[in-house]
């Protein structure tokens, strides 16, 4: 039998709900519980896949080929295990569900409503994880306590409270006590109103964690469990940390999971075994290099549009001992006069995934250079079409090549629509979506890196390389490395000749977890690392002469 935590935000949106539940489902997995975490976001999307990335972040995407928010990115670099399209659900797909149940003659002769109906179905998805096998079903409600949409959630909650046994389910609130600067003082009242609102719906949180800038003193402490109803001990101090993965450790110093044992009357379970996540944070906290990375994309003024590709450059460069600082460079501003200064500093360059035509010149410049110079490159889906694009320009001198996406009437479609996109209309979940296999060539790069004939890794786009120009490609010196065993789609291209050059059409960043970091990354980190050194032999004199 499961049972349940709920986690609610309040005050404002940001505060990390994702982060927070992440961190609880890791110190009890490290006790030996199988935990899964679940979110449910309130908007009427049925799923973010149509969101741009200004709207919602990144969109990730599960095994199954689920396109969902961005914290189940969190939860499995966290827990190291895969969601799945059960884990992401959203006011969309309640009503979709139900409203289809409708038309088939359901409730026929009766009125549908937001309860029971719709928040039936959203209880049937709360506890459908349940029946899994897992000890403990995280469920983090997206938006904050008081917005109109997240009013059935909170409702669907205040019945499982109600009906579930008291040591089955508890509630989790996470709040923001200010500091105010010119009074030199913590607020705890948005915290106050905040639970007040939460009461008012009906749910009384069982633990209030806050997110701080300043240690919380016992008196703040008490004076927010004498107002908001819970006792001391579960009043959670949620300090602002450097990295988010110190905040696992955090929250065990607080006692948080042993809180949550105690109210869900647990008693089996063991000491934490964090061995792996320690030894994580240590090479994390006090690496021996540094090397630049550009980040080639359109979105770099958002952190969240590329969240997976920065953390799996954390988890690479830990592996490295090597701190990794990210150069977001805007490809929309990249031309043949700035390039080199602006790339000339880099020990590595990655160009990112994404759609449409904006800022297209200015990868296909960004490749060219790194090819050239023999600079560490690696393009993610969209950013290895740009690499085979660049190639056919530069190298086999088809100067008009392109991806139909951006130029349907290119007479070198060297990107070209999948064939069975061509029939599709619909935008929402239409792509080619999740795990596929690809087989890997011998005497490859991506062979020695991966040592497996066959990998699978996870996809999310509808053109591919159009494999009708393979052979003058494969002539010219650019190596399909990896391909689909099924369909011969090319799922990665490299050039042999080039210290590292690899593109691959599918999202490594999405597979890289803290207790097993992507071995792509990993290499390409270690690739930029020597480049970096060998950058650095040659400008010592010194070492120039010893070399003569
Ligand atoms: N727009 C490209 C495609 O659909 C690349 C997609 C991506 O980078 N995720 O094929």
Same mark, same amino acid.
């Given at each position: ?44 999307? @049925? ?13 990730? =995407? ?43 003659? /359901?409730?026929?002769?009766?009125? @549908?409503?937001? #309860? ?40 669907? @909650?205040?019945? #499982? ?15 923001? =006590? ?160 700035? =390039? ?114 066959? #990998? ?36 990665? @291209? ?32 270690? /690739? ?21």
């Amino acid at each position: 039998m499961a049972k349940y935590i709920f986690v609610t935000g309040g005050v404002t949106s940001s505060l990390g709900k994702g982060i927070i539940s992440a961190s609880l489902a890791k110190l009890l997995q490290a006790r030996g519980l199988r935990v899964t975490i679940q979110k449910f976001d309130p908007y009427i999307n @049925v799923d973010p896949g149509t969101l741009n990335p200004y709207e919602h972040g990144e969109c990730y =995407v599960t095994e199954d080929g689920a396109e969902t928010d961005l914290d189940l990115g969190h939860y499995e670099r966290f827990l190291n295990i895969y969601t799945s399209q059960a884990n992401n659900v959203t006011t969309g797909r309640i009503y979709q569900t139900v409203i289809n149940k409708e038309r088939e003659g /359901a409730y026929l002769g009766r009125t @549908v409503q937001v #309860i029971p109906h719709i928040t039936d179905e959203i209880k049937r998805r709360m506890m459908l994880l349940g029946s899994d096998g897992y000890d403990i079903v995280i469920t983090e409600i997206g938006g904050t306590v008081g917005d109109i949409e997240s009013l059935p959630f909170i409702e669907a @909650v205040r019945q #499982i409270q109600w009906e579930l046994p008291d040591e089955d389910c508890l509630v989790l609130h996470l709040t923001l =006590v200010p500091y105010l600067r010119a009074a030199k003082e913590l607020k705890t009242k948005p915290t106050q109103h905040s639970v007040k609102l939460l009461s008012q719906e009906g749910v009384h949180p069982d633990i209030i964690v806050c997110r701080t800038e300043k240690p919380l003193s016992p008196e703040i402490r008490r004076k927010i469990a004498l107002f908001c109803n819970v006792k001391q001990e579960a009043v959670i101090e949620a300090a602002d940390a450097p990295t988010i993965y110190e905040v696992p450790l955090a929250m065990m110093r607080e006692k948080l999971d042993l809180i949550c044992l105690k109210k869900l009357d647990i008693s089996q379970y063991n000491e934490p075994d964090l061995t792996k996540w320690k030894e994580f944070l240590d090479k994390l906290k006090y690496p021996k290099n540094k090397v630049n990375i550009g980040l080639i994309g359109k979105y770099i003024e958002l952190q969240d549009a590329y969240k997976s590709i920065l953390e799996a450059f954390v988890h690479a460069g830990a592996m490295n001992e090597c701190s990794v600082n990210v150069v977001n460079i805007h490809s929309e501003f990249i031309s043949e006069e700035n =390039v080199s200064e602006k790339l000339g500093n880099l020990d590595g360059l990655l160009v990112a995934p994404g759609f449409g035509h904006r800022g297209i010149e200015g990868k296909i410049l960004a490749v060219k250079y790194a090819r050239e110079h023999r600079l560490p490159f690696f393009g993610i889906c969209l950013g290895m079409q740009m690499s085979v694009i660049e190639y056919a320009r530069n190298v086999l001198g088809l100067k008009d090549a392109h991806s139909t996406e951006m130029n349907p009437d290119t007479s070198n479609p060297v990107i070209d629509l999948m064939e069975e996109q061509k029939k599709i209309t619909a935008k929402g979940g239409t792509m080619r979506l999740g795990a596929y296999l690809c087989e890997l060539r011998d005497g490859s790069l991506a062979k020695k890196i991966y040592n497996q004939d066959i #990998i699978s890794e996870r996809h999310r786009h509808r053109w591919e390389f159009n494999n009708a120009y393979l052979e003058k490609f494969e002539q010219a010196g650019m190596m399909a490395s990896g391909r689909n065993p099924g369909s011969g789609l090319v799922e990665i @291209v490299e050039l042999p000749k080039h210290p590292f050059f690899i593109g691959v059409q599918y999202h490594p960043e999405l597979k890289s977890t803290v207790e097993s970091p992507h071995p792509l990354f990993v290499r390409f980190i270690e /690739a930029s690392k020597n480049f970096a050194e060998g950058k650095n032999a040659v400008k010592n004199p010194l070492l120039q002469s010893e070399m003569i």
